[in-house]
């Protein structure tokens, strides 16, 4: 199994950036380098939507329309590592974020991860 920890929310000013980590630690026999990793956030009152994600080598990416070409997701495998660098923040930017992993396939249907860790908040203030 996999187990993850992100960290790196904040309170920022709007068009600030922050970087957001995911750390796995993974149970004998599992490597972080088979998953699949997104990063999803939830608003208060909102469903929980995909931000972006990253293939189990790093090959390719997934983002929401409302957030390419100013977030950039990547991962270290050898650090058990993925990361969430969001520039030029909005405050609609405000949410609970999540790291998941599955070793099916990269979806943007947060039902599709079986491996969550607990959030870390961010407040975008304007």
């Known amino acids: 199994q996999v187990y993850l920890v992100e960290s790196g929310g904040g309170v920022v000013q709007a068009g600030d950036s922050l970087r957001l980590s995911c750390v796995a630690s993974t149970a004998s026999g599992y490597s972080f380098s088979n998953y699949e990793v997104a990063w999803f956030r939830q608003a208060r009152g909102e469903d929980r939507a995909l931000v972006a994600g990253i293939r189990y080598n790093g090959g390719d990416t997934d983002y929401d329309d409302s957030v390419r070409g100013r977030f950039s997701v990547s991962r270290d495998n050898a650090q058990n590592t993925a990361y969430l660098q969001m520039n030029n923040r909005e405050p609609e930017g405000t949410a609970l974020y999540f790291c998941?992993?599955?070793?099916?396939?990269?979806?943007?249907?947060?039902?599709?991860?079986?491996?969550w860790g607990q959030g870390t908040q961010v407040t975008v203030s304007s």
């Open positions: 998941a992993a599955n070793v099916m396939t990269l979806s943007r249907t947060p039902g599709k991860y079986d491996r």
